[in-house]
């Protein structure tokens, strides 16, 4: 990860209880929509890598019923005060974590042919790294709007790097790389 980015990591818990004791700590959020609550994972510099302990069980089945959904990333240039930080959703997720029949690709399906064609290689494998490229960009259907920082700044439907994990039981290890393509060269796919 380059200095020029400062990122947090966030867990995501969510649960089907509308027991209001369940909701009585900092970040947890009763609503319309998904009940959760999130909590910042550290994030530590070791070895020149930053690195993160993220307890996917955190949490005993019980009346409230947490279950981790998704890690999220905030992505903001360093040293760019008032800068808007973006948000990356579901570097990591965790459907195959509790639903064992899933498929564990890492991307969608076709549900007819169970085609993987339009997949990156290895898309769960622990071997390949999700991939988070980020920079300042402007956009041409707004010709009149400021360049502002985007993460993924290369991604699209077409794109082949691994946009998120699905972490599965008896997983260890889920890389992570973030790209600054201001400062560096653009990931090869």
């Not at 818990?13 to 947890?28: E, L, Q």
């Not at 019923?65 to 800068?83: C, F, S």
């Not at 988070?132 to 991604?155: M, R």
């Not at 790097?161 to 889920?174: E, L, N, P, T, Y």
Request: glycine share 6%.
């Amino acid at each position: 990860m380059p200095d020029s980015l400062e990122i947090a990591l966030g867990a995501f818990y969510v649960t089907d209880t509308k027991d209001m004791t369940c909701f009585n700590h900092p970040g947890a959020r009763l609503g319309q929509g998904p009940n959760y609550h999130r909590e910042l994972i550290e994030v530590s510099r070791k070895h020149g890598r930053y690195q993160a302990t993220l307890t996917v069980d955190k949490y005993l089945p019980g009346a409230c019923n947490w279950i981790l959904a998704q890690v999220d990333a905030v992505v903001v240039k360093a040293g760019e005060p008032g800068e808007e930080p973006v948000v990356v959703e579901r570097v990591i997720h965790t459907y195959n974590f509790y639903h064992e029949g899933a498929d564990a690709s890492g991307c969608d399906v076709n549900p007819r042919s169970g085609d993987h064609r339009e997949c990156p290689v290895e898309a769960n494998s622990l071997s390949a790294p999700v991939v988070v490229p980020c920079k300042v960009q402007s956009y041409d259907n707004f010709p009149n709007s400021s360049p502002s920082f985007y993460c993924p700044a290369t991604a699209s439907t077409k794109s082949k790097f691994k946009r998120s994990h699905r972490i599965k039981s008896g997983q260890d290890r889920v890389q992570i790389d973030f790209y600054d393509l201001d400062k560096e060269a653009a990931p090869t796919e």
